[in-house]
């Protein structure tokens, strides 16, 4: 037991030191979609809230695809498409891998799950 205790403080510094390492996590695969997901709402609606949400958003249509990309123009960091099907909207959201993280993942997450919803 006491040799237990011991080894206590030396374990929460290992823990310790190994949450401090690179905040960058794997390498994520760039031709697989950041965010795939299915919402009720219209894809002019994803937009708009989109658009609300993230500064430099710049939206084109092709058909019935909206497609939005989000980031200085002259280097885009986040290519989001918008496509109806069936009643929903499927969004897929792609993130070059020479793209900056501009706004960053969390936020770009979170403002496709608020306007997904």
Do not use: Q, W
Request: aromatic share 4%.
């Amino acid at each position: 037991m006491k040799r237990l205790l011991l080894l206590a403080p030396a374990v929460a510094l290992t823990a310790t030191l190994a949450a401090c390492g690179s905040s960058s996590g794997p390498a994520r695969d760039a031709s697989a979609p950041l965010v795939y997901v299915s919402s009720s709402r219209t894809p002019a609606s994803i937009a708009a809230c989109l658009d609300e949400r993230l500064s430099r958003v710049r939206a084109s249509h092709a058909g019935g695809v909206t497609e939005l990309a989000v980031g200085a123009d002259s280097n885009n960091s986040y290519f989001i498409t918008l496509t109806p099907l069936n009643g929903s909207t499927v969004i897929k959201v792609m993130h070059p891998a020479n793209a900056p993280d501009d706004p960053p993942e969390a936020e770009m997450r979170f403002a496709i799950a608020r306007c997904a919803t």
